[in-house]
């Protein structure tokens, strides 16, 4: 596009434009420029297109550079959407393993306060039935003296009932103690802000 402007321009001035004064008849006299002005209208020309040619070469340079920029941005872009949704994905994970270990920590709890309900009946089952036992064998040592042989084997099988329950709440103490340390482990896993 530049080099056919300048052409065209070669071709006006080899053609030899004439200038010259209009006369009163508005002819134009025909008379050809100096050379000199030729020389400086062709220069001024080449100039011209010189100057465009830079400013169309250096303008595509800035637009090639400004969409590799915009291309670089876009991949940018891209990248950051991919990294968003994998971090999504994982608050959602997290926050489904928080919510699974909140539930086993209230089934733990739930489980913790009915054994030690339990535990309580029992302890206070065993301390009823010692008091019995030692009324018993009080009241049979006054009463029958001649069956004491008899009562003190009933004694003593109420005696084995007795150690069978303590044995009994001895393991279930432990294994509410167990609970407790796996509740305390459940609860470590958890982040400390929701403690």
């Not at 025909?30 to 070469?57: C, H, K």
């Not at 909140?102 to 089934?107: E, G, I, P, S, Y």
Request: with cysteine.
């Amino acid at each position: 596009m530049i080099w056919s402007l300048s052409l065209l321009c070669f071709a006006l001035v080899f053609k030899g434009v004439h200038t010259g004064p209009i006369r009163k008849t508005g002819k134009i006299e025909p008379s050809a420029a100096p050379q000199e002005d030729v020389n400086v209208l062709m220069f001024g020309v080449i100039q011209f297109t010189e100057s465009l040619n830079y400013a169309y070469e250096t303008t595509q340079a800035k637009i090639a550079k400004i969409i590799q920029t915009l291309k670089n941005r876009e991949q940018s872009l891209q990248q950051l959407g991919a990294q968003t949704e994998k971090a999504a994905e994982v608050e959602k994970q997290i926050k489904d393993v928080i919510r699974l270990i909140q539930d086993q920590m209230a089934t733990q709890e739930a489980q913790t306060k009915m054994m030690r309900d339990w535990l309580a009946r029992i302890e206070q089952e065993e301390e009823q039935l010692r008091t019995k036992v030692k009324k018993l064998d009080s009241f049979l040592n006054t009463s029958f003296p001649t069956s004491i042989k008899e009562l003190q084997e009933r004694a003593k099988e109420h005696s084995s009932v007795l150690q069978g329950l303590q044995l009994l709440t001895q393991f279930q103490r432990e294994r509410i103690e167990s609970q407790n340390e796996h509740l305390l482990k459940l609860q470590a896993k958890l982040p400390q802000s929701m403690n």
